[in-house]
């Protein structure tokens, strides 16, 4: 027994082990709190990014963490809402990064005994998304200052940008349109429609259709 009893032990040592060294590679942070809000723990690999070790800030509240008393500060009343029973997800800015939180109530044996919750850091995803909106409007305004009208469609056929010189040429509210409704024979689709063409990347075709008042 006491054999048997051993190797169980340092299974379940072993498992803890693992289970440590895989969340401390994970980029994130894992926290629970009892129902005042105080940490009870934390821990995960991104708690490097904040200068922090795993466990270093059990014992505080949440209103000490963040420095604030205000219970309408968004993390904490979130976390409010979870010892409610409610599972949410939110978005804030912390120490200069930007984290993805999702908290939910702690439960043991269908009682609410805390909050837990994971963040993760979605700083680089965030500075990329704002990188490809400034090349995108970059891009959107110099197609607007062309004097010849530009669409940008996808597979199959959908308009999904116009410029201002298009707008004038073919009317409004293109976007969304199939192309050929808009420059096909009749609204229609038509196989010679350049669009449909057997073109290779580098070839073009030149169609002639007419806009507005004939133009």
Request: charged content about 25%; hydrophobic content about 35%; overall charge negative.
């Amino acid at each position: 027994y006491s054999q048997k009893h051993a190797n169980i032990k340092d299974l379940f040592v072993n498992d803890r082990t693992d289970l440590r060294i895989i969340l401390e590679q994970i980029p994130a942070i894992i926290w629970t709190t009892d129902r005042d809000l105080r940490i009870r723990s934390s821990f995960g690999g991104g708690l490097a990014m904040l200068g922090s070790k795993a466990n270093q800030s059990v014992g505080l509240s949440l209103f000490e963490y963040f420095k604030t008393d205000d219970n309408e500060y968004l993390p904490i009343r979130i976390h409010r809402q979870a010892l409610q029973g409610h599972r949410l997800s939110y978005e804030d800015n912390w120490k200069g990064r930007i984290y993805k939180s999702i908290v939910e109530p702690l439960y043991d044996h269908q009682i609410i005994i805390g909050v837990m919750g994971v963040a993760l850091d979605i700083t680089e995803q965030k500075q990329m998304e704002i990188q490809l909106k400034e090349t995108r409007d970059f891009l959107e305004n110099i197609l607007h200052t062309m004097n010849d009208g530009v669409s940008i469609v996808d597979e199959q056929g959908t308009i999904l940008f116009v410029n201002r010189r298009f707008q004038e040429m073919f009317g409004q509210d293109n976007v969304g349109k199939k192309c050929y409704e808009i420059l096909g024979k009749d609204g229609h689709r038509g196989l010679d429609y350049p669009l449909f063409y057997d073109l290779d990347e580098s070839e073009t075709a030149t169609i002639e259709v007419n806009g507005i008042g004939g133009k």
